[in-house]
T-cell receptor
Framework: DAKTTQPNSMESNEEEPVHLPCNHS???????IHWYRQLPSQGPEYVIH???SNVNNRMASLAIAEDRKSSTLILHRATLRDAAVYYC???????????FGTGTRLQVFP | NAGVTQTPKFQVLKTGQSMTLQCAQD?????MSWYRQDPGMGLRLIHY???????DQGEVPNGYNVSRSTTEDFPLRLLSAAPSQTSVYFC?????????????FGEGSWLTVV
């Protein structure tokens, strides 16, 4: 199964943009790239997903490399409420499985 | 719309006891799954189901049983609890058929085995 690699932690100041990278060099052509985040003592919540093209929603943007071997989650203006663990996940076509990595712990400072 | 509901939220078990973690969803999702999360770790897939009557193993299935008799419910059974099963358990569900479908998670069940 394809795996993802993320930095263990990142820091940001409030109101600044944050770029969270993810490597997924073994991704296959039909795997979707999903991002979820987990606040303390809560279940993961959906952030964004994409296949090939860059994606935007009200929470974030997802930039996908042309070769799809990496992607970047972009929080345009970090807030204190964005402090969480962010997981980059590949969702496998046909199996519906999600395999989580260890994620990136984002700290946001006032 | 309750989403994904897990019960109980907290449970303490003695080694060797059995118990069932309940998971229910009201979104008519075909896909349901169970994950465990150990301290400081990401989630690991235990078992999953793509529809009523169909289940399959994930990354860490040993010590756990599942069944899927209805679309709505996907209980996780611990047959003989061990301290190594102390963890937080998350149930999740989504529509099938498209890998872009969002997966919804429950709030978690904190299990301690002493």
């Amino acid at each position: 199964d394809a795996k993802t690699t993320q930095p263990n932690s990142m820091e940001s100041n409030e109101e600044e943009p944050v770029h969270l990278p993810c490597n997924h060099s073994t991704i296959s052509g039909t795997d979707y790239i999903h991002w979820y985040r987990q606040l303390p003592s809560q279940g993961p919540e959906y952030v964004i997903h994409g296949l090939t093209s860059n994606v935007n929603n009200r929470m974030a943007s997802l930039a996908i490399a042309e070769d799809r071997k990496s992607s970047t989650l972009i929080l345009h203006r970090a807030t204190l409420r964005d402090a969480a663990v962010y997981y980059c996940i590949l969702r496998f076509y046909n199996t519906d499985k999600l395999i989580f990595g260890t994620g990136t712990r984002l700290q946001v400072f006032p | 719309n309750a989403g994904v509901t897990q019960t109980p939220k907290f449970q303490v078990l003695k080694t060797g006891q059995s118990m069932t973690l309940q998971c229910a969803q009201d979104m008519n999702h075909e896909y349901m799954s169970w994950y465990r999360q150990d301290p400081g770790m990401g989630l690991r897939l235990i078992h999953y189901s793509v529809g009523a009557g169909i289940t399959d193993q994930g990354e860490v299935p040993n010590g756990y049983n599942v069944s899927r008799s209805t679309t709505e419910d996907f209980p996780l059974r611990l047959l003989s609890a061990a301290p190594s099963q102390t963890s937080v358990y998350f149930c999740a569900s989504s529509y099938r058929g498209h890998s872009g479908n969002t997966i919804y998670f429950g709030e978690g069940s904190w299990l301690t085995v002493v």
